[in-house]
């Protein structure tokens, strides 16, 4: 089992930042890949990026491509989503994921956090 906890969401006005962790827990961290996941009200939850299991690759969707940088500390067993010019449209709950390999289906992640709430006003 890996326990996932993320942090660092809140209420920011567009054009701003924020950084998001998520520590894990139990089994090794470095094992796995890394993803971050949004779900915004109504709609479907859809992957914001992934990393690999040293850091040496990640991808991003595309409306966040350029904006967002996924990190990771395998010493601290932490992920990081830094999030700068952020949008309203970027407004949703995020969770990290751990996963056996980078991907964008959110079935084959394995182990969930419990989400924090990103909300951007214009």
């Known amino acids: 089992q890996v326990q996932l906890v993320e942090s660092g969401g809140g209420l920011v006005q567009a054009g701003g930042s924020l950084r998001l962790s998520c520590v894990a827990s139990?089994?090794?961290?470095?094992?796995?890949?890394m993803g971050w996941f949004r779900q915004a009200p109504g709609k479907e939850r859809e992957l914001v990026g992934s990393?690999?299991?040293?850091?040496?690759?990640?991808y991003y969707t595309g409306s966040v491509q350029g904006r967002f940088t996924i990190a990771r500390d395998n010493a601290k067993n932490t992920v990081y989503l830094q999030m700068n010019s952020l949008k309203p449209e970027d407004t949703a709950v995020y969770y990290c994921?751990?996963?056996?390999?980078?991907?964008?289906?959110?079935?084959?992640?394995?182990?969930w956090g419990q989400g924090t709430q990103v909300t951007v006003s214009s």
């Open positions: 990393i690999t299991w040293r850091g040496a690759s990640t």
């Open positions: 994921a751990a996963a056996d390999k980078p991907n964008s289906d959110s079935g084959l992640y394995h182990y």
């Open positions: 139990g089994r090794t961290f470095s094992n796995y890949a």
